[in-house]
């Protein structure tokens, strides 16, 4: 249960902090706008951020038998590591459909087969709660935090890479929009 409960929460704040940046760093925060009504778009978009910002990049494997991968023998009780932040970057995993780099974001990517949510019998059982919380808190902060975006004055830092990370990133909002979208959804539901 505790799994369930870190794995939530850290997909989650991370996904979000991901999107913000990465919509802002390149320049998506506009095309998102435009887009949050659109189902099938926000699922692509959110879809791109998990690619691309990996919320858990790897995962220790224990290999119960001997294993053959390609010429590569790994014998019973080794213990492998494997990267699904890097798989996420193998231009195989879309089946070889033309795409853009998969070192670029792109929320328009598709189809965007990633393994952010891990694949298989390894697949998150939260996978559809993570993208939906995601979609939800990144169409609410965009909705309710007008303007919002990075403060450039500040520092950002992204650590680019297989384990795409950002460490440090600021942001700014019109605090007396934000005030006035809030006034109006408190006076609607009563």
Known sequence: IFGFIAAGTDTTGASLANALTYLDEFEFLDYTLAVLDD??????????VLRFGTPFPMKPLYVRKDSQF??????????L?????????????NGGR?????????????????LGLGWGRHHCLGAELARLETKNLLTEALRRL??????RSRPFV?????VD?????????????????MQDDSGSSS
């Open 81 to 93: 590591t494997i990267w699904f932040a890097a798989a996420n970057r193998d231009v195989e995993v």
């Open 70 to 79: 390609d010429n590569l023998h790994v014998p019973a009780g080794s213990v």
């Open 146 to 151: 007008p303007g919002l975006k990075m403060d």
């Open 39 to 48: 189902d099938e778009a926000m699922r692509n978009l959110v879809d791109e």
């Open 98 to 114: 033309e795409q853009s780099d998969p070192n670029a974001f792109d929320p328009t990517r598709w189809p965007n087969r990633h």
């Open 165 to 181: 990370r950002v460490t440090e990133a600021h942001f700014t909002f019109d605090q007396i929009e934000a005030e006035r979208i």
């Open 158 to 162: 992204r650590l680019p890479g297989i």
